[in-house]
């Protein structure tokens, strides 16, 4: 319902969404509406609901990222508690995830693009935030990466390594398995090989940063000591990474089904 008059206002308090001039509208008016257009072009309507929808995806993607990546802590942690190993982490190497890693991975999402949201349906008026959907994505990528930290981690110590190098292991893994998770929470539909990393800059910047200073932590001989880690051997490199992917395939995986099944309704 849109208005600008006194007699407007009652219709524009009861209406789902009441529109109000901000120009020609009345004062009563604005304060009645949930919606006051401060140039009176109806076009504005258009791109406040675009960006609007863009906020709101991008804030699901983000949620979905973190939510992940809490999780996934808490499940390793759990998981070495509950047979007996030495934790997997230590309280600075999460802090250190959860500050930059996470921290720059947060911004490079908020700032993505928006996809084509314009051609979706509205959300329904009582959908939260957190939606069914985003629950199952969680249901799948959190035991993905915990399984992939985990299992390193305890290869390593099976194999007679280091604790400390172990820790090493499971701590760039979990760090390189957040650098795909934020790649695949780009968008909810689409693949990530079909997303140029170029149209958003924030991601090559947040990524550049997050990789350089994770070669820091390992290979630094300060750092080293700070966060009691020890130099990776290239072998463990190429184990790392193929863990750590895992969770983006797993994510292309289900994407595939769903874009399928769009595809037939």
């Not at 809490?70 to 999460?94: F, K, Q, Y």
């Amino acid at each position: 319902m849109t208005g600008d008059g006194l007699n407007d206002a009652p219709a524009l308090s009861a209406a789902d969404i009441g529109v109000a001039m901000g120009i020609t509208g009345t004062d009563i008016a604005k304060d009645a509406s949930d919606i006051v257009i401060a140039d009176d072009n109806f076009a504005t309507i258009v791109n406040a609901v675009e960006e609007g929808r863009g906020i709101t995806a991008n804030m699901r993607k983000t949620l979905i990222y973190l939510l992940t990546s809490s999780n996934t802590e808490v499940l390793v942690l759990l998981t070495t508690m509950l047979v007996g190993l030495p934790l997997p982490l230590l309280p600075l190497m999460i802090l250190w995830i959860n500050l930059l890693t996470d921290g720059a991975q947060t911004v490079n999402l908020i700032m993505e693009p928006k996809e084509d949201v314009m051609s979706q349906p509205p959300d329904p008026k009582e959908e939260p935030l957190l939606t069914p959907q985003i629950w199952k994505r969680l249901l799948v990528r959190v035991p993905v990466m915990a399984t992939g930290i985990f299992g390193l981690f305890f290869y390593e110590l099976k194999i007679g390594t280091t604790l400390a190098y172990a820790r090493t292991v499971a701590f760039t893994t979990l760090a390189c398995s957040q650098w795909m998770n934020g790649l695949s929470s780009r968008s909810l539909t689409r693949s990530v090989f079909r997303m140029s990393l170029l149209s958003n800059k924030y991601l090559l910047y947040g990524l550049s940063v997050a990789v350089s200073l994770q070669l820091l932590v390992v290979y630094n001989p300060f750092f080293q000591r700070v966060f009691e880690t020890q130099a990776l051997k290239l072998i463990d490199w190429m184990k790392i990474i193929a863990a750590s992917t895992a969770v983006l395939w797993a994510e292309e995986i289900k994407k595939y089904y769903r874009r399928r099944q769009a595809a037939r309704t």
